[in-house]
């Protein structure tokens, strides 16, 4: 026993230790311990909360539902101009393969490891948006896919700024951020009320574009494998390229579910 408990410890160490040494000075990634205890404590609030919700009445956060997704649209707005300015913006970035340099601190490589920061902190602030579900009582919202798909972010995401930050990995923060960006505007004008309906017909082509994000992610992951990558950059490559394919199994099923077949039935 004391013999698992000593290699336990020494596996812990050397994650710790590992990654890459620009990032792991930022907060909350040396160590996995605070996206650990934040993605397992919104697992449980996922599994209690509409239990303690069932005989209260759905509480009104209408007016903090609109600053809430005010600020998720700044942010992630902000968020995909950064990796837009440090990578397209940049002439001097290899938009097909930028190596990872560890020793790099110049200003535009700093500035693109920040906003992967900022990009990890928000998968976590984005937790929230289940607790509003909850405490509206919209259980329905409440899906697999979307428990799944906020839960493993937060560690993906995580695992990728600690050891594979910023240049190599751009495309699928920067897509994301895009997504997001018009997401939350659609959360945002909904929270008005219903008198927004009428504007909201484009519903359905923000799922299609989610799948082209996962396409366009698979794709860049297929294009670093073929390339030749190693080390914690193939790992990754492969992490990736395996979420993007649950990701467009399970949106795709979401999109013929919610769109294809209620069509067939307007039929």
Known sequence: MASVLQTLTQQWNNLIEAGDVRTNQLPYVREPTVVIWSTLAYLIVVAVGPYMMRNREPLEVRKLLILYNFLCVGLSGWMMWEYVATTFLNPDFNLLYEPITPTDTSPNTVRLLNVHWWYFASKMFEFTDTLFFIVRKKNNQISFLHVYHHATM???????????????????????????????????????????????????????????????????????????????????????????????????????????????KVE
């Open 154 to 264: 937060a560690l993906i995401t995580w695992g990728m700024l600690k050891f594979v930050p910023g240049p190599t990995t751009y495309i699928g923060p920067l897509c994301n951020c895009f997504i997001h960006t018009v997401m939350y505007l659609y959360y945002l004008l909904s929270a008005f009320g219903p008198q927004m309906q009428p504007y909201l017909w484009w519903k359905r082509y923000l799922t299609r574009m989610q799948l082209i994000q996962f396409v366009v992610v698979f794709a860049f992951c297929v294009h670093l494998i073929v390339l030749g990558v190693q080390g914690p950059l193939l790992f990754f490559s492969w992490v990736k390229l395996t979420y993007m394919i649950t990701m467009m199994v399970l949106f795709g099923n979401f999109y013929i579910q919610a769109y294809r077949k209620s069509a067939k």
